[in-house]
């Protein structure tokens, strides 16, 4: 029975990612993962087991991002977007900035980039957003979606760096080249920096301290563009599902 439901859905997401993530349909939300025995990418338990990230991540944002003025993107932003999802998620996603819709809702990635980074999550790799944590680098909307400036990045790095510290996630995926390089601290292309894990030093300085396995991968958004590159960025996820110890698709 569970070796079935296994099966069902190994097959079910191999034809996902062909069919869906690969193409453009919608897709539905595939049943839970089954109880026991396999391991989730988002924490098992309730906020309530998270053993206090969850209040501490609200601290930060209640306390200090709502109200944040810093930069001067507090001066044109609706509204301020920390980011959702399991504060005792095993993987965090990091994208570069909220978008119109991200500003107007406060919440990230639910825009067009926001359901193809669903369909990668749900589809892809057979597991529910509330299982990870989905953020940006910036918490507020730059005007007209243009790059986050190097100040602005100065500026609000330390509150994704604080995120990170409290979540302390297993594996980060960088959405895109502007996460990627301030993750990184390097200036390489994000062609050039996918398809291997790097190393994110939650101290923020390279070689000290803790690090926690990071992939860079293209950001949604691009893939809406170009496609031809969804699947470098499958193998990427799987990497990461690897990793995390999730079931492959594409191998039933
Ligand atoms: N693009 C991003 O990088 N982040 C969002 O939240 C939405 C779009
Ligand atoms: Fe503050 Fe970051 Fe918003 Fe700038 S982008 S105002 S630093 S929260």
């Not at 939300?29 to 026991?36: D, E, F, T, V, Y």
């Not at 991540?57 to 810093?70: G, T, W």
Request: aromatic fraction near 4%; include cysteine.
């Amino acid at each position: 029975m569970a070796t079935d439901s296994v099966n069902v859905r190994a097959a079910l997401r191999q034809q996902l990612m062909s069919d869906r993530l690969l193409g453009a349909r919608a897709v539905p939300m595939l049943p839970p993962a089954p109880a026991g025995g396999r391991p989730r990418a988002g924490a098992a338990a309730g906020p309530a087991d998270t053993g206090g990230k969850a209040e501490r991540l609200q601290a930060l944002n209640e306390q200090q991002v709502k109200a944040c003025k810093k930069c001067d993107l507090c001066q044109t932003r609706t509204r301020t977007v920390f980011g959702q999802g399991s504060a005792g998620a095993r993987l965090v996603f990091v994208g570069e900035a909220p978008g119109y819709e991200e500003d107007k809702q406060g919440l990230a990635f639910v825009g067009k980039a926001g359901q193809l980074l669903t369909k990668m999550i749900v589809a892809g790799m057979g597991i529910s957003r509330d299982d990870v944590f989905i953020c940006n680098v910036l918490k507020c909307r730059p005007p007209n979606n243009r790059d986050p400036s190097a100040d602005e990045i100065l500026a609000c790095g330390p509150y994704l760096q604080e995120q990170i510290a409290i979540i302390q996630p297993e594996v980060m995926i960088a959405l895109g080249s502007p996460a990627a390089k301030t993750l990184l601290n390097t200036a390489q292309s994000i062609g050039k920096l996918r398809g291997r894990f790097h190393e994110y030093f939650v101290s923020g300085t390279t070689g000290v301290g803790p690090s926690i396995p990071l992939m860079p991968t293209y950001h949604p958004a691009y893939l809406l563009r170009s496609p031809g590159e969804k699947r470098k960025t499958w193998d990427d996820i799987q990497l990461v599902m690897e990793r995390l110890g999730l079931p492959q698709s594409g191998q039933a």
